[in-house]
């Protein structure tokens, strides 16, 4: 009981005493539930792999989307993790494909371009296919400073690269937002029409 | 002491329970301070009014910002009220003039264009001194429904109207960000090197 307890606080947000609930949850289930949960996690251990392609994670190589013929082979959007390009195409608003960082730059953490996919996102983009590149980083200092560093890398390979706006949230209110966030989306403001059409 | 609680539930946020609290403190409190916020409050009303130029609230006629040559004329921030006029002020972003609507577009509350500042905007917009129109107005449904109206009124007198920025705020993750707003922050993507001039 102590031994899973101790294991269970690997995971993220759960600490003693989450760690002591969830065990004593494993133990008062149905031997079938709990036999249940732990042949699901080693399951998907078994069956998942990243994708070499796009560096998502998939159970089918290459992953849906890169296999999908119909997605626009010439949009990239780059991602700092897995979940964060779930989380583009939830939106359903995007219809290329992804290029997963699986990290930012953080060279206080150790985290250089080394430690990230950075050199297969640079042999992807000479291939010609790509014509645009959304760097789709998190807005915080560890995203922008990561998408700096690749725009400065990108630019030269002649290709558009492109920033996802930052700016108040959809149903927020001016009064709400925090200074910096305001003043980049009136930094950002766009003529009207374009946003319209 | 219940007319005064009474009056406090006046005040936004403010229920009974609340009210009570509030005038029991203002019983136990020194009689200086207590007759120091009536005054202010009295104060307050006598000395301020909307300024008859941009609809903000102010002592002083015409207000701080449209008396002061040093500001940008020829750029006009549009706001719902003069708090939203005041958050875009404290981001030290901006450096033009306002102009207030009090208030956005809600068929259903009765506010319509008449209910607003808006005769005052294109009178102001007619004198020809100012070249673009930031519609700043919030970026939920009223807000918008407001931007687009003022759009389409504005658009055909040959000035640059333009939006804030809708997307991600700073220091945000796209994982958290509603899928509304992250689609948005895609369509609103820009060229880096513009973002980073």
Do not use: W
Not at 2 to 28: C, D, I, Q, S
Not at 51 to 76: F, M, N, Y
Not at 182 to 190: F, N, Q, V
Request: proline letters at 7%.
């Amino acid at each position: 009981m102590e031994r899973l307890a101790l294991f269970l606080r690997r995971l993220p947000g759960v600490g003693p005493k989450t760690a002591a609930r969830l065990a004593h949850a494993l133990y008062r289930m149905s031997e079938a539930d709990a036999r249940g949960i732990a042949h699901a996690i080693v399951d998907m251990r078994e069956k998942t792999r990243l994708c070499p392609a796009c560096g998502q994670i998939t159970e089918d190589v290459p992953c849906r989307i890169c296999g999908d013929p119909a997605r626009d082979s010439a949009v990239l959007c780059v991602v700092e993790e897995p979940a964060n390009a779930q989380a583009v195409e939830r939106t359903r608003a995007f219809r290329g494909r992804y290029h997963v960082l699986h990290g930012a730059l953080s060279p206080l953490d150790g985290i250089g371009p080394d430690q990230l996919a950075i050199e297969p996102l640079l042999a992807r983009l000479k291939t010609g296919e790509i014509k645009e590149v959304i760097l789709a980083t998190n807005p915080n200092v560890k995203g922008e400073a990561t998408a700096l560093y690749l725009f400065r890398l990108i630019q030269p390979l002649g290709l558009r690269v492109s920033r996802i706006a930052t700016g108040v949230p959809l149903g927020g209110d001016l009064e709400y937002a925090d200074e910096a966030t305001l003043a980049r989306s009136l930094r950002g403001r766009r003529p009207l029409d374009e946003q319209t059409g």
